[in-house]
């Protein structure tokens, strides 16, 4: 069984990518998708594929809330429908684009991939931070040349902090000593790591310069198809914590959006929390982890090249792959699930 998960929420873009007059074109999960906002701001998603001569609209232009291809000038509404075919009084029944559903939620913009009334909005992940006054951060956006899988399999283990990252958020070798608790939930997997009595990573000092020893705590949930959804922080070693979890604190939001079978679309931010810090602490954390989050880049697509060099060769399971196990298990449970109602229907 391979593919992607169809009946999902992806993120298709951070909400200020899509121009208030203008077209944007990202794809997903292999399909090329048109994104515009119509007069009142709505985000309309479209396939970026004119029924013609499949050219992509994208290389059209918008004309009020429609759309009109540079090829040959088929004009296209909000939900697809061809409206004018230049030299022609009337309009095909077949002239049209596929519409997706699609969601403006905490900036970032949503698109439905598969059976659009499936569609539910209750599933939209609790992305809070990305739209909260308590809440500070600067948007980010990757580009993998590699599968979703494999940049999934990296947050699912953050032992890997201890050497990708030991001189950004990682800072001390004890992350890996430290057997996270891991659980499954309703469509995703719950990992919790408490690590007592280490130094600081280089990561805290735009926002906490402590000298001392402190607790890390990360704690987090990983949903289908592939959003991260943390808290994480640090309070001075043996110091209580409190429900407002004193110290550092912070609450990141990350979402994989494959783009092909071998490219990815990475969003992310990590929040600081506004009573702490100001705009100049905000930009420094933010480049820190840009730093390390290229750090992941380049290790993952190293590992890309190498498997893609003797695709047939095994990876050896360890303790340390029990999260991301458990999510390729519940990816594969939900891929079952989908064909076998595509092959009843």
């Known amino acids: 069984?391979?593919?992607?998960?169809?009946?999902?929420?992806?993120?298709?873009?951070?909400?200020?990518?899509?121009?208030?007059?203008?077209?944007?074109?990202?794809?997903?999960?292999?399909?090329?998708?048109?994104?515009?906002?119509?007069?009142?701001?709505?985000v309309v998603a479209l396939e970026d594929r004119c029924c013609h001569r499949q050219a992509p609209l994208s290389r059209g232009r918008k004309e009020g809330d429609c759309v009109r291809c540079g090829y040959h000038g088929l004009k296209f509404d909000r939900h697809g429908i061809c409206v004018e075919v230049p030299g022609m009084e009337a309009v095909p029944p077949k002239a049209c684009v596929r519409s997706f559903p699609v969601v403006v939620h905490n900036k970032w913009i949503f698109v439905w991939m598969g059976d659009s009334t499936k569609a539910d909005p209750a599933l939209l992940p609790d992305?809070?931070?990305?739209?909260?006054?308590?809440?500070?951060?600067?948007?980010?956006?990757?580009?993998?040349?590699?599968?979703?899988e494999l940049i999934a399999d990296n947050l699912l283990d953050f032992s890997h902090l201890s050497y990708v990252h030991a001189a950004t958020l990682g800072g001390s070798e004890q992350i890996a000593q430290i057997r996270p608790k891991v659980e499954r939930i309703e469509r995703g997997i719950h990992v919790q790591r408490w690590v007592p009595n280490v130094p600081p990573p280089a990561y805290y000092q735009p926002l906490w310069d402590y000298g001392g020893l402190v607790d890390r705590w990360i704690e987090y949930e990983f949903i289908l198809p592939a959003t991260l959804l943390m808290h994480s922080g640090a309070s001075p070693a043996g110091a209580a914590r409190d429900d407002n979890r004193t110290g550092i604190r912070f609450h990141s939001c990350q979402a994989l959006t494959p783009e092909s079978a071998h490219s990815t679309h990475y969003f992310f931010q990590e929040s600081h929390h506004a009573t702490q810090g100001d705009a100049g602490t905000t930009q420094g954390l933010y480049e820190g982890l840009l730093a390390a989050f290229e750090e992941d880049r380049q290790m993952i697509t190293a590992q890309w090249r190498s498997m893609s060099l003797k695709p047939d060769v095994p990876m050896l399971p360890l303790h340390m792959d029990a999260a991301l196990t458990l999510f390729r298990r519940l990816v594969m449970q939900v891929l079952v699930e989908e064909s076998n109602c595509k092959d009843s229907a």
């Open 127 to 148: 992305t809070f931070s990305n739209d909260h006054p308590e809440w500070r951060y600067l948007p980010g956006y990757l580009h993998y040349e590699t599968p979703y």
């Open 1 to 42: 069984m391979s593919g992607f998960i169809q009946n999902a929420w992806y993120v298709a873009a951070w909400a200020h990518e899509v121009p208030a007059d203008g077209l944007f074109a990202r794809t997903v999960i292999g399909e090329p998708l048109l994104l515009y906002r119509t007069a009142s701001d709505e």
